[in-house]
C-alpha cells in the first residue's frame, strides 16, 4: 500500500512513520505532500528518498481548486492511506469524501479535550495531570474523528511547553506507526465512532 503524510513544518511524526515502514513489506511512504515552502519535513523527505509535492494555498483561488491538485498527486501514486502529520489545514469535505475512512491524524492530547493548534500549552495552562496522545480517523469536523489509538501520560509540576511536548513527540512516534500498520493490515473496523482492533 501506498502511503502519502501530509506535512507543514517539522516532519519528526513523517520520519517515525518512515523509519518504522522499513521494516514493513506491505507498505511505504512514496509521497510527502507539504504546504509550506520552509517546512523542515521537505529536508527529512529528500533524505529519506521520498518524493515531495509543494502545493502552496496561495497559487490557487479556491480550496477545491487546491484540493483538486492535491488528489491528482495522490492518484497519480495510487495512494491508499493518507497520514496528517502536523499539516496545518482542515482537510475539505469533498477531499474527505473521495478518501472517506483513509485519512489518519495525530493530535497532541487525549480527544475530545483539548482540540485545535495548541493542545499541548491548552492541556498546560489548564491545569491538567494528564495528557496524551491520539490517533484518529479524519472526519468533517476539526479532531473528531473515530479514534484508533490513545496514550495518555503525566503532567509533571515543573513541565514547560518544550518538555511536555518532548515527552508527547516521544510517544507520537510510536503510536502513528503502531496505528498505520494497523490501517494497512485490515485491523481496524470502524462501527459509527467506535473503532475495533480486530
Ligand atoms: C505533532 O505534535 C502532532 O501531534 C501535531 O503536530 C505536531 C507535528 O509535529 N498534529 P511534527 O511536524 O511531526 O514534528
Not at 123 to 133: E, I, P, Q, T, W
Request: aromatic share 8%; with cysteine.
Amino acid at each position: 500500500m501506498n502511503i502519502a503524510v501530509f506535512c507543514s513544518g517539522n516532519g519528526s511524526n513523517f520520519q517515525a512513520i518512515a523509519d518504522n515502514l522499513k521494516s514493513f513489506q506491505p507498505a511505504k511512504v512514496a509521497l510527502m505532500v507539504c504546504d509550506n515552502p520552509k517546512a523542515y519535513a521537505l529536508e527529512r523527505a529528500k533524505r529519506a528518498g521520498v518524493k515531495t509535492v509543494l502545493v502552496e494555498r496561495k497559487n490557487f483561488n479556491s480550496k477545491d481548486e487546491y484540493e483538486a491538485k492535491i488528489i491528482a498527486n495522490l492518484e497519480q501514486e495510487q495512494i491508499g492511506l493518507i497520514c496528517l502529520a502536523g499539516y496545518m489545514r482542515l482537510v475539505g469535505p469533498k477531499f474527505i469524501k473521495r478518501y472517506r475512512h483513509k485519512i489518519l491524524n495525530i493530535h497532541p492530547a487525549l480527544l475530545p479535550a483539548f482540540k485545535g493548534t495548541h493542545a499541548v500549552l491548552d492541556a498546560l495552562d489548564y491545569g491538567a495531570k494528564v495528557s496524551g496522545v491520539t490517533v484518529h480517523f479524519v472526519d468533517e469536523e476539526m479532531d473528531r474523528g473515530p479514534i484508533i489509538l490513545q496514550q495518555a501520560l503525566e503532567i509533571k509540576a515543573d513541565d514547560t511547553e518544550d518538555s511536555l511536548a518532548e515527552r508527547i513527540h516521544r510517544i507520537e512516534h510510536q503510536l502513528y506507526p503502531e496505528a498505520v500498520r494497523l490501517f494497512v493490515e485490515g485491523k481496524l473496523k470502524i462501527a459509527g465512532r467506535k473503532v475495533k482492533i480486530c
